[in-house]
């Protein structure tokens, strides 16, 4: 079996050893660099599934890795990218996930915690609701709207990135998604966004974090998009 390959940036050499050990634990084939430089160098020269950076490498910071990979034509352009952070500022959080880092995992690092984030799975599809959209619209259009559900989910975590209030946008992303995730019968988040839509409890200290979750959610539902387009459509 294809072993996972994973990238992994710490400049602590005590820090790196017990992560890459982890990790290999959970399966993943592990590269390593000590610090911003030669991670870039090696995500611009060869494709990984993740990226796992340290926020405070020396010569580059995490964030401004993932920045440079979402910004330019590399192998790594949509790789899952991770953080390890010991920044509790909401501020200093929503600004490395701004630079494109997709979920992040707070120090000390624990075997938990990295399989928590790396290893959930795809949030999958009812299948009824898919198999109604293919006998009531046919598997052309079916397969369309998929198609446009997954560049809605992009777009959508692209706005959570970007956004100067995130309160708010966390409200209007989720006021979006828990109709349209429900009409593809992605019912977790669909779940989520309902929640999140009708919360009061999304503040500016914990909005970080639940626009994380959110985006993480996202791309486990677009994983679940591709597998079921995979499936229904493969002799298309």
């Not at 660099?33 to 490498?57: K, P, Q």
């Not at 996930?97 to 928590?116: E, F, N, R, Y």
């Not at 079916?142 to 309160?167: M, P």
Request: charged share 25%; hydrophobic share 40%; glycine share 4%.
């Amino acid at each position: 079996m294809t072993r996972t390959n994973l990238l992994l940036a710490d400049d602590s050499l005590p820090s790196l050893l017990v992560a890459k050990a982890m990790l290999e634990k959970l399966g993943y084939h592990v590269t390593t660099a000590e610090n911003g430089d030669e991670a870039l160098t090696l995500a611009c020269e060869s494709t990984f599934d993740i990226i796992v950076l340290d926020e405070h490498l020396p010569g580059k910071r995490g964030s401004d890795i993932a920045a440079y990979l979402r910004q330019h034509d590399t192998p790594n352009t949509v790789t899952t990218l991770i953080s390890i952070t010991g920044e509790h500022d909401p501020q200093e959080r929503a600004r490395i996930l701004a630079a494109g880092i997709d979920a992040l995992i707070d120090k000390p690092v624990s075997l938990a915690k990295l399989q928590a984030t790396l290893q959930s799975s795809p949030a999958a599809l009812d299948d009824q609701t898919v198999e109604s959209l293919v006998s009531d619209l046919g598997k052309d259009t079916a397969k369309r709207l998929l198609n446009i559900f997954i560049q809605e989910l992009a777009d959508l975590s692209r706005r959570l990135r970007e956004a100067d209030d995130l309160v708010a946008e966390i409200h209007a992303v989720s006021h979006m998604l828990k109709n349209s995730a429900m009409l593809y019968g992605a019912t977790e988040l669909a779940a989520l966004a309902r929640d999140l839509n009708e919360s009061s409890a999304v503040t500016d200290s914990n909005a970080p974090d639940e626009a994380a979750r959110l985006i993480t959610l996202c791309q486990t539902t677009t994983e679940s998009v591709e597998n079921t387009l995979q499936q229904e459509f493969m002799n298309d």
